[in-house]
Every structure is written in C-alpha cells, then in structure tokens.
C-alpha cells in the first residue's frame, strides 16, 4: 500500500475529476516513478510515497510530466547550491523570516475544495540586512513544506495575496530581471504548483517595473491570473473579506497566532529541510548534455542589479 495520507471526501473528488487520480493506480505510478529514478545515473532524489504523489497531482499524473519537473526540481538545486545550504529554520536569517510573518497560510479556504490563500507580506523585512538569496531560499523552502505536508495545496492548488504596503525601492531593486527569470522558471517548471491566482493589493510607485518584467516570462495561463487591486473591496470580489486576518477586517485570525502557526511548522519540518542538501543531480553523470544555469534559465547566472531610472 502506498504510504500516503487519504483525502478528504471533498478533495478526493476534485483530484480525480481535475487531477486524472486513480485510487487504485496509484500506487502502480509511484513504482513505476521510483523505478525511472533509480535507472537515472545523475539524480539524487526523494522517493517518499507522499513527496512523488504531490509531483503526480501537480501533473495530473503525466508520469512524463512528472519526470521532466523532477529533473529540473533537483537540477536548479544542484546549480543554485546556496539554496539548499543553510536550510534550518533555527538560523537567524530564516528567523527573521519566520518570526516577522513575511509569508503566512491563511486557515480556511473559498469552498471547502478551493485552493489554500497565501498571504504575502515583503514589507515585513529590511532589504538592507537581507540578500536576494535568502528571499529565494525562503520561497523554496514554503514550497517544499507544502509538497510534503499540504494536501489542499497539491490538489487544489494556492492563491497568493502579496500585500505591497510600505514597499520601498530597496525591495523592488532586490528583484532583478535575472531573480524573476529564476523564480518564474522554479514555480512554472520545477514545482508542482498549481498558481491559482495572485492578487496584489497597495502597490508603491515603481512596482510596474518588477510587474512587467516577471509577466514575461509567466506562460500566458499564469499572466492572467495576475491581479493588481486599487482598494480592498476589488479584492474582496475574488477572496471574500472574511477568510483574512482580522488586521484585514476579517475573521481568519490575528497575524500573530498565524505567524506562531507557520513558525511551529517549519520546526516541525527542520529535519525534512535540512535533508535537502542530500538530494540533487550530479551533471557529470547525466546521459547527454548537462544542465547549466544557462541551459535552465537562460541566463549567466550572476544576481545582477535592476536598474531604474
């Protein structure tokens, strides 16, 4: 028997009406997707029953979907190390992540089968005491715990709400065309992410040059599920006011209980974490030609700077 957590009523439905998920088979996918890692010369990879089922739901179990995403899961950490180096929650720079509720799940969702709602808070952390890589290292890890631990998220999929209040030019600067490349390629091709909506709310003076540039490189699906609101009330149109903290006007508790809730998570998961370093591809090895961060991204490599004029 798979070693998996069984689902809900609710979302057991919606992943065998929208994912293709066949109870029964489900076990059959996860050997023959252990049996593809083990004949790969170069991967290093996870073959936890509950990791693979969350690549296969968010690849509507293609098993050649879930190959090529697992390929390039494990490439970019292996040409990226310093994203899997430092991984412990306990180190300050993840602290201070943690502790000031830069990113926060919210408790309850639309409808009981609606995607789980991330709230986003950038203005929560000082540009100056905080590097581009930290940033990046931070969102890979909320990810790699939701693989693990978030069935809501793997098969009904995320919202994102990304507050922009008391965003400086500090931050926007931090994400350079190089950053949003990386990013987009690691959301789009390496996680089994399914992005069903983001919505920004009080965005600064600036904030279109980081917009336009992360747009391009989204597939035209994701473009247009980007939102920027004017006021709350167009954001209460797509996320019912309720569902928010109450620092928000809504019922969905208080930013400092959520922050204490996501904060025990991640030490829940430290261990989980920190094996990250175990895991990735050994391009030496790889049959054909290797994987760069030019042939992944497309580009040298180097976090340059944004310039603004």
Request: charged share 30%; aromatic share 10%; with cysteine.
């Amino acid at each position: 028997m798979a070693n998996i957590r069984p689902l809900p009523v609710h979302l057991a439905l919606k992943a065998q009406n929208e994912l293709n998920e066949v109870p029964e088979r489900i076990e059959e996918d996860l050997n023959a997707l252990k049996t593809w890692i083990r004949q790969q010369p170069h991967l290093r990879a996870r073959t936890d029953d509950q990791f693979l089922v969350g690549f296969l739901r968010g690849c509507k179990y293609s098993l050649e979907r879930v190959k090529k995403k697992l390929d390039i899961y494990y490439s970019f950490r292996t040409n990226l190390p310093d994203l899997i180096m430092n991984s412990d929650p306990l180190l300050e720079k993840n602290k201070l992540f943690l502790k000031q509720g830069v990113g926060l799940r919210l408790p309850n969702t639309i409808t009981p089968d609606g995607a789980c709602i991330l709230l986003i808070r950038p203005e929560r952390y000082d540009p100056a005491k905080v590097d581009i890589i930290d940033i990046f290292r931070y969102i890979v890890m909320v990810f790699d715990i939701f693989i693990i631990d978030n069935d809501q998220w793997t098969v009904s999929g995320v919202l994102e709400v990304i507050d922009l209040a008391n965003v400086t030019m500090a931050h926007i600067l931090q994400f350079t065309p190089i950053y949003i490349k990386k990013l987009s390629v690691i959301c789009q091709d390496a996680m089994p992410l399914r992005l069903k909506g983001v919505h920004c709310i009080n965005a600064p003076p600036g904030f279109d040059t980081v917009f336009n540039s992360f747009k391009r490189f989204l597939s035209e699906k994701n473009r247009n599920r980007i939102y920027i609101h004017g006021d709350l009330g167009n954001l209460y149109k797509h996320i019912p006011q309720k569902l928010l903290p109450t620092e928000y006007g809504g019922e969905g508790g208080s930013i400092k209980d959520l922050t204490t809730c996501w904060e025990n998570k991640f030490l829940e998961y430290r261990d989980y974490l920190m094996e990250e370093s175990k895991y990735g591809t050994d391009e030496k090895k790889r049959p054909g030609r290797p994987k760069t961060e030019e042939t992944l991204f497309g580009i040298d490599g180097s976090f340059r700077k944004l310039s603004v004029d």
